[in-house]
Each structure stands twice: as C-alpha cells, then as structure tokens.
C-alpha cells in the first residue's frame, strides 16, 4: 500500500487536472446513468477513487445528499475540498486504499471509473470482489469503468488490467447481474483517445 500511496501522493501533489489523462470537466456518462436509475436524493452514493474528480461537484448539483469520495491520496481529496469550498461539508471524505477499506455503511450506489483495473493480482481483485459484494444493498448497483482491451496498458506508469464486457461480468457473475454495458472512448487533455469499458450492475 505504501508504494502505490506515495505514487498518487506524488502525482496529485505536483500535477493538475489539465496534467493527467483521467481528467472529465463534466463526468456526463456516469451522470446519464445515475439518472436511470431514479434513485431518491437521500441514496447512500459513494465514488471509490473519485480524487479531485469533478463528479462529487455534479452530485452536489443534483441534490444529492449523501455521498461519500474515497481516495488513497489525501492530496487529491484536498484539491477537491478546496474547491468545493463550504459544500465539501456536506460530503464524507474517506483516505484508504481500496483493498484496505472496511466501510460502516452500506451503498445504494457504487461508482469507480478507473481504480479497480489498477488491480492486477488475483488477491487485489478478489479482495475487491469480496468488497463490492458485502458492501451494496440489496438491490443497489454498480457502475464500474475501466480500460477495454482496446485501451491503454498502463496509465500513470502503471500497469492495470484490462477488461472486455464479458470478463467483467464474468467477475462480478457471483453477486451482481448485468443492467447494461458500453464502451466509450474518452478524449484526454492532450487530445488522444482511451478506449473504456462499462458496465452498468444492480445486486441480487
């Protein structure tokens, strides 16, 4: 944990958004999607890895009201806090590493766009596996996003996991069944193309 944590340490203390090839000046894709699923406002959300992404801020304008952002950097949720400036008070910040997190709640949404294809060990995996299955309610979804085997290798310099829509499913088969999967080329701040995989789950 201490390696990967100085790595993110490092890259949110000394690069900003228009620096790293995550960034989304407006997460519309997962937004679209949430809005499918016409959860009420008061829904337990959580964005696993959101950093200093600007999904919380979209959130927050749709009138959600209990969200929770985790991240492994510290300095990423505090470039986020600063920029939500008195609304970060009505988030739940959280600084852990995925495969370490043990929540107290239970989530009615689950979002990671980009952290679970970070794992690349089938302990990492299977701790989030067991993680993601223990920690949405009954009937609660998943929206999960990682690089397709048409995307990148690496990201960040390192090495990731790729997935195809159905080696996703075929992961989280145990306790999620499919609402829909997608992929989406998403276009960095320095013009060049990563090629997503999506899939939309909802607990059994």
Known sequence: MENQKSHWENVFANKNPNEVSWTQKYPKTS?????????PLTSTIIDVGGGDSNLVDALLEKGYSNITVLDISEFALEKAKKRLGSKADLVHWIVSDITEFNPEIKFDFWHDRAVFHFLTTKEGINKYVSLIGNAINNQGHFL?????ENGPLKCSGLEITQYSESKMTETFKENFEVVRCFTEDHKTPFDTIQNFQFCGFKKK
Not at 144 to 148: A, P, Q, R, V
């Open 31 to 39: 937004i679209d999607y949430l809005e499918t699923l016409n959860l």
């Open 144 to 148: 999960l996003g990682t690089f397709s």
